[in-house]
C-alpha cells in the first residue's frame, strides 16, 4: 500500500481495487467482515480501558456500573446508530423518512428499518443512543451523569478510529473529486478520483481525538473537573467531523438537501455537538474542581 502511495500522482491516481483489500475474513462457511470486528474490538477495549481508569483515585463508579454500561451503550449504538439514520438519511418524498416506511425488501425480513445488513447507521443517532444508556445507568445507580460520561468519552474515539478503517476497507462512504496525490478511484463509485475520506475521519474524529482524551485524562487532572471531558469530546467531535464533511461525498439521496442548504446532513448535526461541547467546557472550567477523592471540597 505505502509504494502505490508513494508512485501516485494526481494525473495516476490510487485505484482501491488494486490495494488487495477484502471486507472480512473468509472462514468457509462464512465470511467474518471487518465492520464487525471494528464494533467488537472498540467495545471491548472500551470496557478495558474503562475497567483500568476505574482503579485510579477519584473514580465515579464500580466496576459494575462498566460492566452495566458496556451493555446498554452496546444496545445504544446499534438502535441509536439505526434510527439515527432512518430520521436523518432516509427522507421520503412524503416527508416520512422511508425506512419507516418501506416494506418491499427481500428475504425473510421485509422492513427496511430492521435490515441492518443493508448498511445505514448514523453516528449522530449511535452518540445519542450512547448518551440515552449513560442517563438511564445513572438515574438507576444514582450516579453523577457527568462523571460518567467523563468516564465513558475517553474510549469512544478509538470505536470511531476502528469503524472508519473498517469503512476504507469497504471501499464505502468514499470522498468527493479530488486532484490529490493520493486520491483514489472506488469501484463502487465511478471512475473519478477521489479523497478517501474514510482515513482523514480516522485520523481525526480517531486517532488525534483518542490522544488528547488519553492525555487529559492520564496526564492531568481534568478527570476532576465534572464535564470537562465529556465536553472536550463532544467539541472535538463536532469540529472533526464537521471538517471531513467538507471532503466526504454526501449520501446520494441528500445530495440535493446540501446543494440547497450549502452544508450537508453531517454537518448540520454537528452544529449543536459543537455548541454543546462548547457550553460544557465552558461551566466544566468555571466549576471548583473535586479533591482526589471523587468529593467536592468544601
Request: hydrophobic share 50%; with cysteine.
Amino acid at each position: 500500500m505505502l509504494s502505490l502511495l508513494a508512485a501516485s500522482s494526481a494525473a495516476d491516481p490510487i485505484y482501491w481495487s488494486d490495494l488487495g483489500l477484502r471486507p472480512g475474513i473468509e472462514l468457509g462457511f462464512f465470511t467474518l467482515r471487518y465492520y464487525s470486528l471494528a464494533y467488537l474490538f472498540g467495545i471491548f477495549f472500551a470496557w478495558w480501558h474503562t475497567s483500568r481508569m476505574l482503579r485510579e483515585p477519584g473514580a465515579p463508579m464500580a466496576q459494575r456500573h462498566a460492566d452495566d454500561l458496556v451493555f446498554y451503550c452496546t444496545l445504544g449504538v446499534i438502535l441509536g446508530g439505526r434510527l439515527g439514520y432512518a430520521m436523518f438519511y432516509t427522507g421520503g418524498e412524503t416527508g416520512i423518512p422511508s425506512a419507516f416506511t418501506d416494506f418491499s425488501g427481500d428475504g425473510f425480513i421485509s422492513w427496511k428499518l430492521l435490515r441492518l445488513w443493508d448498511g445505514g447507521m448514523a453516528f449522530h443517532g449511535g452518540l445519542a443512543g450512547v448518551a440515552a444508556a449513560m442517563i438511564y445507568v445513572a438515574w438507576r445507580d444514582k450516579l453523577n451523569f457527568l462523571r460518567v460520561a467523563d468516564y465513558v468519552a475517553v474510549s469512544v474515539p478509538m470505536g470511531m478510529l476502528l469503524g472508519r478503517l473498517a469503512n476504507f476497507i469497504n471501499g464505502e462512504l468514499w470522498g468527493r473529486p479530488a486532484d490529490v496525490p493520493w486520491a483514489m478511484v472506488f469501484p463502487g463509485a465511478d471512475e473519478l478520483a477521489r479523497h478517501p475520506s474514510q482515513l482523514y475521519q480516522a485520523g481525526l474524529e480517531g486517532l488525534a481525538l483518542l490522544i488528547v482524551m488519553l492525555l487529559l485524562f492520564w496526564k492531568t487532572r481534568a478527570r476532576y473537573r465534572p464535564g470537562l471531558l465529556v465536553g472536550v469530546f463532544t467539541l472535538g467531535m463536532g469540529i472533526a467531523r464537521f471538517v471531513n464533511e467538507f471532503f466526504r461525498q454526501p449520501d446520494a439521496q441528500l445530495a440535493d438537501f446540501a446543494a440547497r442548504t450549502g452544508l450537508s446532513m453531517g454537518q448540520w448535526l454537528s452544529i449543536p455537538l459543537i455548541l454543546i461541547g462548547l457550553i460544557v467546557v465552558f461551566f466544566a472550567l468555571r466549576t471548583k474542581p473535586l479533591a482526589s477523592g471523587g468529593v467536592a471540597p468544601a
